[in-house]
């Protein structure tokens, strides 16, 4: 057990959509990581908050955006869903103090669109 | 976005082989990382390198950092039934907190 936290752990849900997905990061931790991972892309990084504060984006559509709350929980946010945005979604985190810092995932959501 | 190459994609292995799988960028990096994914979970780091030429071991498993920072490869030896999973490498950049991940490697280990 990592100590990240993800929920739901499965989410089915139509196109057009839009899905909301939490992330409690380990006790202590300061910084959170979205990543998306499909089966042609592999794990992809999305975007990461460090204290409330957005640091660094990847490969996030317009369509996604995420949020980190003064607990320190990330709420990942996907909206007009489409059939490609089917993947599995981790959260990972770390204190965020300095780049080699280990970065620890949790157990996934697995997002299906239908 | 860009990937690492790692290689194989997948192996069928005997229990109690030995196992090599590598990773390699055109870019540098100065963090090497491998993780290990089970079903339905998510990737729990094995092994952490940080600088070139380093090699480091954790139990059964040996990776090293490549001398140019362009590569990295991970052995495991003497391979049991757990070992069955996905291996994944990741680089990291100098002053960046984003990890670049391989396609990963598929081992499976017959008994």
């Known amino acids: 057990d990592s100590g990240v936290t993800q929920t739901p752990k499965h989410l089915i849900t139509a196109t057009g959509q839009r899905v909301t997905l939490r992330c409690s990061p380990r006790s202590g931790d300061l910084s959170v990581y979205w990543y998306q991972q499909s089966l042609d892309q592999g794990l992809q990084f999305l975007i990461q908050y460090y204290n409330g504060e957005e640091r660094a984006k990847g490969n996030i559509l317009e369509r996604f955006s995420a949020q980190q709350f003064p607990d320190l929980h990330s709420e990942l946010n996907l909206s007009s869903l489409e059939l490609g945005d089917s993947a599995l979604y981790f959260c990972?985190?770390?204190?965020?103090?300095?780049?080699?810092?280990?970065?620890?995932f949790g157990p996934g959501t697995r997002l299906t669109v239908l | 976005g860009q990937q690492l190459n790692q290689s194989p994609q997948s192996m069928f292995i005997q229990e109690g082989e030995d196992v090599s799988m590598n990773c390699t960028s055109s870019?540098?990096?100065?963090?090497w990382l491998w993780y290990k994914q089970d079903p339905g979970e998510g990737p729990v780091l094995l092994i952490a390198?940080?600088?070139?030429?380093e090699l480091t071991s954790n139990g059964r498993l040996t990776a090293q950092f490549g001398i140019t920072r362009k590569d990295s490869f991970l052995n495991i030896s003497a391979s049991i039934p757990s070992d069955v999973g996905i291996y994944f490498c990741?680089?990291?950049?100098?002053?960046?907190?984003?990890?670049?991940f391989g396609k990963g490697t598929k081992l499976s280990v017959i008994p």
């Open positions: 390198l940080y600088k070139a030429g």
């Open positions: 870019s540098i990096f100065n963090t």
């Open positions: 990741a680089g990291q950049r100098a002053g960046s907190y984003q990890l670049t």
């Open positions: 990972a985190s770390n204190r965020g103090g300095g780049s080699t810092d280990t970065q620890y």
